[in-house]
């Protein structure tokens, strides 16, 4: 018996068939129920409770916005993930449903060249994706092992423990230098966008640059970025080749580009690289991090947000052993609590927090070390 129900929605008979049977094909997944728009998807919601859903965003009668919204106004606290096109429409779209409670998203395929090809991308996508956020029931399912769960699936279903024994202990600081701020970095991915714009509008404008690593496509970076700007008084930009880092300034990860720095700690430049992924991501926390460290030692404040894996664990180990501080969401206010449990449970947290509280945990952290610098 499969672990993971789910139910299907889609205006396009051919996308509902192709969606379903990639879904299918997966020991761990049954799709229990399909529907043209949103609300014969709020009906069905009612009569089948599936434990997640993927929806489309453009449906006649009520489109997949507005079906989130409802559902949401309903009591449905199951995962939505959003079917989205690599477009500018497409990405605003998105971060829309997002804001109206989407969990996540992936990208429909384009220009595939047969039906198969379809399926293959659309379960190399979404099959990790839904795994990820329902683990207990995959464990359930006693197929998470199987072969025919990808590697990306598997680790993250590992990287979200079972259940807690107890507490999660924080890292000792004991003996440690207190060192000043010089930047702010921060990962996030699976829930992030919404995590984000809470954080970025509660920061008044930190006198270090912000760098912030989303696990995101092109073209949705974008988008993300022009959001958050909106939301801040700081300036927010997309990240580029050659960007010189400045005080008051967020820098966001450009998709598909592992966001690094060159120069030296006193005139900092973005250097955007397209070297392998690292933990199945372009860009990646940890790239970010560890450049971050070559950079400024641990003259910094490393931030973990909500986010399906373990991205980030490795580069908080190296920010504490260069003497850095790191804080991460707690799992109550996290959509997954897969990146900064990872980070919390290996010992590799200062401090975690709830995501109404990290904003000015960060400024009062910056202020702080700041000062002490000038003294």
Known sequence: MAGIKVLVVDDSVVVRKIVTDALNADPSIEVVGTAPNGKLALMKWKQLKPDAITMDIEMPVMNGIEAVRELRKMGCKEPIIMFSTLTQRGATATLEALSAGATDYVTKPANQGSVQQSMQTIREQLVPIIVGLLPGKARASGLTSSKSISAEARANISSVPAMFAGPVKLHDRTGMPDKPIRIVILGSSTGGPEALSKVISGLKPLPVPLVITQHMPPVFTT????????????????????????PGHIYLAAGNYHMTFAGNAGAPRIKMTQTPPVNFCRP????????????????MLAVVLTGMGQDGKEGCKKVLEAGGRTLVQ??????????????????????????????????????????????
């Open 223 to 246: 988008q993300l970025a022009a959001r958050l700007d909106r939301m801040t008084s700081a300036v927010v930009q997309e990240a580029s080749e050659g960007m010189m880092l400045a």
């Open 284 to 299: 990646s926390v940890d790239v970010m991090f560890e450049s971050a460290v070559q950079m400024y030692g641990g003259e």
């Open 330 to 375: 707690d799992e109550n206010t996290s959509v997954v609590w897969g990146m900064p449990g990872a980070v919390a449970t290996a010992g590799f947290a200062d401090q975690i927090l709830p995501l109404d509280q990290i904003a000015n945990e960060i400024s009062r952290h910056v202020v702080t070390h700041s000062a002490q610098e000038k003294r």
